[in-house]
């Protein structure tokens, strides 16, 4: 039996839905994946593959109310928020069923409703939005937070800065997470910064700033629990690094391989989420049967997904000025 | 003095009309630099912060691009925010918050997330300010889908746009002129609010028609009454927001009048003035009976010596002698 499970710092059962959202995050991009790649989707995609357990293991945490703000790679997030795998997808395609009715699409999906306050395009620009919403939270007192993701690619940037600063200083419920995937597109985060621990830079603020093995789902969940307990109790901010990898290309159409090696690629390939948390469960005692009636569950529900999008129609041309105020 | 002719500055009706919101709507949070116990480099936030402290005045380091970007976020999050960048130069740190999150949030989430948010800055040429301290870019904000632009020209039109713009569900930006702050004007004790979208019409005439925004107003009433006594009438017209624009009030006027003369502090080309006479030439082109003229400030980055400022910027002088230019143009023959 698992040592976690064991210990009961997560159940059988806790542990088997993290399996399956970790899950259906991957199975969600690769369907995107073949999509793209089949010209049905229009514009370009941002793959999650390789880091799903960051978003599944922050989200177990959050209520409906608590809001996410995340990043141009931000599918997961959303699915992760339990925004519904049907209307992503269908923004993603452009059509009037999706998240924003197809005003939005893969790097503006926003789910209100859902506590999902949008992927974003620019790099950094979430990280000042979160530290807003999370001062709107603290001065309405209802014990709601915030989480902002971002890469590393963010972390060398001027938003960072001036947002985590005022976070720090105002002491806002908001937790930070710093997905390092190792690369900024394709700039290497060793060759942009001297100091590689984002964690580390936490001090420079006056916060706490924690690590974590961003391929363990049950790893992300426990730290990502304390550092949204303290914000909940008004205990300020934390900045999250979780040390994880995309497997694939910086977008849809980069074939990833220029700037890394195949075998660093699959180095990282070796300790996948989705193996990890599958071996979690053998290890706790879950049959080989139990989960392929999970591996189906998710699959049915993207199926489903990709129907609904397919059959949606297409927004009315004659509303393109609506929402503009 | 009765109450209804009181008498107050500029800056002063922009306080009033924070206070009285802010009571109004608790919600309200103010963030910028030294506009809290200090009241604001303009004063603009006098008295504020010993009634409302330090949760709602909050005082920020210098970090444009942060606190905008959480006035925006807080917005988003439903607590209505205004973010003072005090000289609106310094919305430059911010620009990508403005134009990227908080104008585009409305229309990308197909309406269900709204910024209210008030973007507030002082622009325009003051006493050898120089080049950092003095630009006018109230068009690029024009130019930018979902934002609203505001730019009052008098305590009054200060006051009533203010608490408009405090109670309006986008992000609007009001530009404020920071040689306008010590001027007066009467301001009613009785509350009122001023409807984005309608220009004033500052004084009536039958030569032409003077469009003007923000200080430039002043100037052309100025030059309007020279004018009169030069034997020409000229019509006065304050759109006093931009967007929404009173496309309406200018054009009838045009019409009326056949000419049309447009003051900008702001550089001409690829200015608002542009754009008023692109307005002209679309809905007037049949009514115009010389070419529209445009008025700007010249195309160069503001000087620091007062001789090569007041070089720059359009003054009564040369509004005058530029109008009696166009009076002396022929008429077109149709």
Not at chain 1, 32 to 39: A, K, S
Not at chain 1, 89 to 112: D, F, I, N, Q, V
Not at chain 1, 152 to 174: I, K, Q, R, T
Not at chain 2, 223 to 247: N, Q
């Amino acid at each position: 039996m698992s040592e976690l499970v064991q210990a009961e710092l997560i159940s059988k059962e806790l542990l088997l839905t993290y399996y399956k959202k970790v899950l259906e995050l991957r199975l969600f991009e690769l369907k995107v994946q073949e999509l793209y790649r089949n010209g049905r989707l229009p514009g370009f995609v941002h793959l999650y593959v390789g880091e799903e357990a960051v978003a599944v293991g922050v989200c177990s945490h959050l209520g409906i109310e608590d809001l996410v703000f995340s990043t141009h790679r931000g599918h997961g997030h959303a699915l992760a928020k339990g925004v519904p795998a049907r209307i992503v997808l269908a923004e993603l395609w452009g059509k009037a069923t999706g998240s924003s009715g197809g005003r939005g699409g893969s790097m503006h999906l926003y789910a209100p409703e859902y506590g999902f306050m949008g992927t974003n395009g620019i790099v950094g620009a979430p990280i000042p939005l979160a530290t807003g919403a999370a001062l709107s939270a603290k001065l309405k007192k209802k014990s709601h937070v915030v989480v902002c993701f971002f890469g590393d690619g963010a972390v060398n940037s001027g938003s960072f800065h001036e947002a985590v600063n005022l976070g720090a200083v105002w002491n806002l419920p908001v937790v930070y997470v710093c997905e390092n995937n190792l690369y900024a597109t394709e700039m290497a985060f060793r060759r942009a910064t001297k100091n590689t621990s984002v964690a580390s830079r936490a001090a420079a603020y006056g916060m706490l700033g924690v690590e974590v093995d961003g391929q363990d789902v049950v790893a992300v969940h426990e730290t990502a629990q304390a550092a949204i307990q303290r914000a909940r109790q008004d205990g300020g901010p934390t900045l999250i690094e979780c040390k994880t990898y995309r497997y694939v290309g910086h977008h849809e159409g980069d074939p990833g391989t220029d700037y890394r090696t195949r075998e660093e690629v699959q180095q990282w390939k070796q300790r996948d989420a989705v193996k990890l948390a599958r071996k979690r469960l053998l290890d706790a005692g879950v049959t080989e049967v139990e989960l392929q009636a999970a591996d189906q569950e998710v699959e049915r529900l993207i199926d489903e997904a990709v129907e609904f999008a397919e059959k949606s129609p297409e927004p009315a041309a004659d509303t393109v000025n609506e929402h503009v105020f | 003095m009765s109450e209804q002719c009181r008498v107050i500055t500029y800056g002063d009706a922009g306080v009033e009309a924070l206070r009285e919101e802010m009571r109004r709507d608790d919600s309200i949070v103010y963030i910028g630099q030294g506009i809290g116990p200090r009241g604001g480099n303009f004063r603009q936030t006098r008295g504020l912060w010993k009634e409302f402290g330090d949760d709602r005045l909050r005082d920020t380091g210098i970090c444009e691009l942060g606190a905008t970007g959480a006035a925006i976020g807080a917005a988003m999050a439903g607590t209505r925010t205004v973010v003072d960048e005090v000289f609106l130069d310094f919305a430059l740190e911010a620009i990508t918050q403005i134009v990227q999150q908080a104008a585009n949030i409305s229309y990308m989430s197909n309406g269900k997330i709204k910024a209210p948010v008030v973007i507030r800055g002082a622009m325009g040429s003051v006493r050898s300010a120089g080049a950092h301290h003095s630009h006018t870019f109230y068009n690029w904000f024009a130019n930018t889908p979902g934002l609203k632009v505001v730019l009052p020209a008098t305590p009054y039109d200060l006051k009533g746009l203010f608490k408009t713009a405090l109670r309006d569900p986008g992000p609007v930006a009001v530009i404020e002129h920071k040689s306008l702050y010590n001027t007066k004007g009467v301001v009613p004790e009785e509350e009122y609010l001023i409807p984005f979208g309608e220009a004033r019409t500052i004084r009536e005439g039958k030569d032409l028609t003077i469009v003007a925004m923000s200080r430039m107003v002043d100037l052309a009433t100025k030059a309007a009454a020279r004018l009169a006594e030069e034997g020409v009438s000229a019509e006065v017209i304050d759109p006093r927001t931009i967007v929404p624009l009173d496309r309406h009030k200018i054009t009838d006027s045009i019409k009326k009048t056949g000419r049309l003369v447009v003051i900008d502090e702001s550089p001409s080309y690829c200015s608002f003035a542009g754009e008023l006479i692109a307005i002209a030439a679309e809905d007037c082109f049949d009514e115009l009976q010389v070419p529209p003229k445009r008025i700007c400030s010249l195309g160069v980055p503001n000087p620091f010596s007062p001789v090569l400022e007041n070089q720059m910027i359009p003054t009564v002088d040369r509004i005058v002698s530029e109008v009696h230019q166009v009076m002396k143009q022929s008429r077109r023959k149709h």
